[in-house]
């Protein structure tokens, strides 16, 4: 892993193309891709497919920390890595609870914790990274709003959420690897301008909201899909959906639990060790 990891530091421009291929497969298919996972439950019923995909899950939890068992023990400082571990799948097994509906979305945490991975090399700084993935989710969940000819009725905080924790899963995997330190990067861009960039970004979200280029709650239904965040209000704390029930976060909760888990995330690099060789 980190030979491969070391190889894609050394070479930013094919670092580069294989982190913009890798997004666009994992934004531009979400219509087809949706369509043959209906055409494969046909037949199952959606309990049915839940279980099977919580099992899957599962298993691929299990063994995503017995590989790191591995690394842990190398590891001299242990807390900060074992932190983020556990405190990464709590929020999954959380998520799973609560802002979820159908199982197979927790392929988001596949698809960013790889992509958290991907871009590591290039950027070379944990906090960094996060803010990115962040950034990305945004635009991956902008185009399934905006762009897809079936659409929902609010943009899908919820999933940014998830795309984030799946980050976490990548970036507290290569935690634990000790010569994860040979890869960081001594940047001018550091924290504080990761902070200020996430502040500007909001600030300009305001702005446009008062200006009226934006609009976070549709006035009546149907209104301009292209300015409204949320077309229609949840009318409480759950959804009912046929299939369960789940919370769907509002644009104020989103950028409020955003903004925590970037302050949680940004202590992830503390006590990192020098690599031995």
Known sequence: MIKLLTFLKRNKFLNFLIVTVYFLLVTLPHEWVGVKVGEWVQGMTR???????????????????????????????????????????????????LLIIVNVEIIHFIQYGLLAILLFPMLGEFFICFFICMLLAFVDEGYQYYCLPIRTTYFDFNDVVLDFIGAG????????????????????WGVKSTWFSWLAILAAAVLCIKLGFLQVYSLEEGNDHWTTLVIKKSEGFWTKDPHG??????????VLCLSILLIIYQFININLEKSRT
Request: glycine share 4%; proline share 4%; with cysteine.
């Open 245 to 254: 029930i789940f919370h769907v976060m509002s644009p104020l909760e989103g």
């Open 47 to 97: 309990i049915e497919f839940n279980r099977i995909i919580l099992i899957c899950g599962s298993i691929l939890l299990l063994v995503y920390f017995l590989v790191l068992t591995k690394n842990i023990f190398k590891i001299q400082k242990k807390f900060i890595p074992i932190f983020y571990l556990i405190f990464t799948a709590s929020l999954a097994i959380i998520s799973l609870n």
């Open 169 to 188: 899963f990548g970036l507290s995997f290569l935690r634990t690897f000790p010569e994860i330190s040979t890869l960081i990067q001594e940047k001018k």
